[in-house]
């Protein structure tokens, strides 16, 4: 477990950790574990860590996502973040076959040099892109079947925009409903349901795993892919059910 100056916030799918742009008041992360109580009272924070939150998920994603009580618990978390010294581990769900059960990948990722929003890696030396290639390392590993796919874990130790769906879709292994990536039409077109299925499952770091995140209740095959989850990196408690939990 972490020590005493990081917290363990799970994130639902659906909302952004931060305030959408424009928004400040909106549904996020950081508001709702500010109302439950989970986050230490207003410091100093660096622009970008309100709150103490340390890194981020993309919308649609679920799951872990850690805090710092002050600032200097912030420096430390971030600076092992920087060196490589926490393990992250997400499930996904892929429509695709390969014929590989495991696969490491680590070719950099840049910005799409047309789409915003996208990112795009790195396949030679002019391979097109805007502002600078930023290292990557993604590990994948088949778990077994999955409602309308498999079950994937993904590995990694960087964290770069869209790193471990651009990695997977370089790969042939698409999230299924990331159409940004070719992974083919969203699982759903529900106002607040994610579009395609990438949960932060757990986190390694110094001293040892750092708490795992269940699954969202309406994850496809959700007891099968715990099982599937505790034979491959377990066994490991889960954390309480609620959005935020603290280490004992």
Known sequence: MPGPGVVLLTKP????VFPPHGDPSGDCLLHRAQRAGALAPAADWPDGFAGGIAH?????????????????????????FQAGALHKVYLFLSARSVPWSTHGIDRPIAHDPRR????VVQRGASTPHRGAWLPARTHLRRLGPAPG??????????????????????????????????????????????????????IDGPAGRWG?????????????????????????????????????
């Not at 699954?215 to 377990?234: I, K, M, N, T, Y």
């Open 13 to 16: 799918a659906g909302i952004p």
């Open 56 to 80: 981020r998920l993309d919308t649609p994603t679920s799951g872990l996502v850690l805090a710092a009580r002050s600032p200097a618990d912030l420096a430390a978390l971030r600076a092992w």
């Open 116 to 119: 915003k929003q996208r990112m």
């Open 149 to 202: 796919g498999t079950l994937w874990a993904a590995t990694i130790e960087t964290g770069v925009m869209h790193q471990i769906r651009v990695h997977a879709a370089a790969l042939g292994l698409a999230l299924a409903g990331d159409r940004l990536y070719g992974g083919g039409p969203p699982l759903s077109e529900e106002s607040g349901q994610p579009p395609f299925r990438l949960h932060a499952l757990l």
């Open 212 to 248: 795992a995140a269940p699954l969202p209740a309406d994850w496809p095959g959700r007891s099968e892919a715990a099982a599937q989850a505790q034979a491959a990196f377990g066994p490991f408690d889960w954390m309480g059910t609620g959005e935020t939990t603290f280490p004992p």
